[in-house]
């Protein structure tokens, strides 16, 4: 095969990004691009469709500036999950902004659906928990509050889609509407142990399906993108979500290993191969992959906020004026200190699910300043890692498959050498970064070589993957689950859920 490069498509909460591979798994050339962030109340979170979608063109052609077509084998996609739109099939437009993963409007909706007693027979079916981070709920409240929208879904004339969704149907001229398995796990609509959506809950949210799209394997042909767009007509061959995708991009492809994500949030998924492991802990089971019609499990912790915490201290509270100025700040801190930041800004994710819990910082002192709070910050994420592994490591234990023994982290935080040790301190395992710490486009990358032929396994992939530094804990137990306890103190002043 003479095309051995691929586009990947890396569609993030605060920019979209368009990166070249080659077949090594080496980035040659990539083009960004951020996009607004639009909050009109208290809790909600929207992003403009249409800028999405020309960011995503503009970068794709700046990433394919000088390159011959000849030698593009496929187009890959990962994309922020769970983010929902709804757009009008004959115009093409959406009838909304896009409402964001983070967005916390439809809590309301979701206590009633808890009060009801509906949880245990949506996370039997789907894996999830109710809560406001996943698409369904989102759905409901598009077609219960924009004018028309429920008449028009009713009558076929919309279509439902997450970014994924959304990017390919406009890169195929409207002529493809799908998602993969991964993004449609997420929706809170889709049965994952069946691979089909599930007409019992789609009639408990008034969802017609007629609204949603096909769903295929993460790594097959999808579509072409339309050559009036790019000059060529060049195959979209693998879509997954951003955390799936970078599994993937880890080569956590075996039964047991686990990687971390530290981005806007923070999302940890441990591979549990072809079986489905509940769980007790509050996480929640999803898809990792599928290919060749054949699905791969994960159980998954998710954090809400990790680099957006960074962003806070940064833009909210002028602390540094870059990311990268938190961890010379932190380093100034007194090391006696026990301030904790608590950053609940949209709530709780993973394990505690509280949607109307509220950010704190506690332990203040006369003495306290600013580099004591930046030290908190990056702290927080380090704790709230721990929160996930100690969860997984109880449903694995229960599922017989033992607790992972490394980390592989990704994601922009891990750049920082000071975050990466103080995460191996504070949760007490070994951290292991990759050569390419940006493994969510690679991973999409990787499923569009399969999908294209241009790799002939999952096994051939992971061995790509190289460690480019191992850190280990430096502190002993004792202090570390001191300093957790004091952590898991102030969570508990901010939990709104207090039998969680």
């Known amino acids: ?100 993963w983070q967005d916390r409007r439809t809590a309301p909706l979701c206590a009633k659906l808890e009060q009801d007693g509906r949880e245990p027979l949506i996370t039997a079916k789907t894996g999830l928990l109710i809560d406001p981070y996943f698409s369904g709920t989102k759905l409901a409240w598009i077609l219960d509050n924009v004018p028309y929208a429920r008449i028009k879904a009713n009558q076929g004339e ?14 195929t001229g409207g002529r493809v509407h799908v998602t993969d398995s991964t993004n449609a796990s997420r929706t809170m609509l889709y049965d994952i142990r069946r691979g089909r959506w599930d007409g019992e809950i789609l009639d408990l949210l008034k969802i017609p399906q ?96 990790a680099g957006a915490t960074i962003q806070w201290l940064r833009d909210g509270l002028k602390l540094f004026a870059k990311s990268s100025g938190s961890a010379q700040l932190a380093l100034k801190a007194d090391p006696r200190s026990r301030v904790y930041l608590v950053p609940a800004f949209v709530g709780l994710g993973a394990p505690y699910w509280d949607p109307d819990a509220r950010g704190a910082i506690v332990g203040l002192t006369r003495d306290t300043g600013h580099a004591e709070i930046a030290r908190a910050g990056l702290e927080s994420v ?21 607790s992972p ?62 460690c480019e530094r191992r850190f280990l804990p430096k502190i002993g137990a004792d202090e570390r689950d001191a300093r957790y306890a004091g952590w898991q103190e102030a969570v508990g002043r901010v939990l709104t859920k207090r039998d969680r």
Not at 12 to 19: D, H, L, P
Not at 263 to 292: D, E, W
Not at 382 to 402: I, K, V, W, Y
Not at 436 to 441: F, G, L, N, S, Y
Request: some cysteine.
């Open 1 to 100: 095969m003479t095309a051995q490069h691929i586009l990947a498509i890396d569609q993030g909460t605060t920019s979209t990004r368009a990166i070249l591979f080659d077949r090594t798994g080496k980035p040659l050339k990539q083009s960004q691009r951020e996009h607004e962030q639009i909050y009109p109340q208290d809790g909600w979170v929207e992003h403009d469709p249409e800028e999405i979608w020309q960011a995503t063109l503009k970068v794709m052609k700046t990433a394919l500036q000088g390159v011959q077509h000849s030698h593009l084998a496929a187009v890959g996609i990962t994309n922020q999950r769970e983010t929902t739109l709804v757009w009008d099939r004959k115009t093409g437009k959406p009838i909304y902004n896009a409402i964001v």
């Open 158 to 171: 919309l279509a439902f889609g997450t970014i994924d969704s959304w990017l390919i149907y406009r890169l």
């Open 210 to 305: 007629s609204l949603l799209p096909r769903v295929h394997d993460s790594a097959e042909l999808l579509g072409g993108v339309d050559p009036s767009l790019l000059g060529a007509k060049i195959p979209i061959s693998g879509v997954a979500g951003d955390q799936q995708a970078a599994v993937v991009g880890q080569a956590c492809v075996k039964q047991g290993l686990m990687k971390s994500t530290y981005g806007t949030g923070c999302f940890a998924l441990v591979n549990t191969g072809p079986t489905m492991a509940p769980s007790h802990s509050r996480l929640v089971t999803t898809i990792a992959y599928s290919q060749k019609g054949q699905r791969t499990y994960a159980l998954e912790g998710s954090i809400f906020m």
């Open 382 to 402: 380090c704790f709230q890692t721990r929160d996930l592994l100690e969860a997984m490591a109880t449903d694995m234990s229960a599922s017989g498959l033992g």
């Open 405 to 466: 023994s490394a980390l592989r982290v990704d994601g922009g935080m891990v750049v920082n050498d000071l975050f990466c040790q103080w995460l191996a301190d504070l949760t007490g395992r070994p951290i292991e970064r990759p050569e390419v710490v940006e493994t969510t486009a690679l991973g999409a990358a990787y499923l569009a070589g399969l999908g294209a032929g241009v790799y002939s396994s999952l096994d051939e992939v992971s061995e790509q993957w190289r």
